[in-house]
């Protein structure tokens, strides 16, 4: 199993991407101070999160969700940027 360095390294790197993918959004929403947008634009930073977590491999996820499970920082990290609480 990969060490949870390594796990939170993938899950940081995914939602680094995931914002990169919905920029435009968080832009518009800060220049336009519309909360609104900002939680359009949370909503499918998670969305492109999520569709990165589930092209990881089945090991990597499995890794993923035990650190979720047994650290209460990558617990909360991880369901922040996939967006919805499921463990």
Do not use: P
């Not at 939170?8 to 790197?13: A, D, E, L, V, W």
């Not at 092209?55 to 996939?82: G, M, P, R």
Request: charged share 35%; net charge negative; aromatic share 14%.
């Amino acid at each position: 199993m990969i060490s949870k360095e390594e796990a939170y390294n993938i899950i940081s790197n995914m939602n680094d991407e995931a914002h990169n993918e919905v920029w435009d959004v968080w832009i518009k929403a800060d220049e336009e101070d519309d909360e609104e947008l900002r939680e359009v634009a949370s909503e499918e930073q998670s969305v492109v999160f999520r569709g990165l977590f589930y092209e990881l491999d089945e090991e990597t996820q499995q890794a993923i969700k035990h650190y979720s499970k047994v650290d209460e920082s990558f617990h909360e990290d991880f369901n922040c940027w996939y967006g919805t609480i499921w463990l």
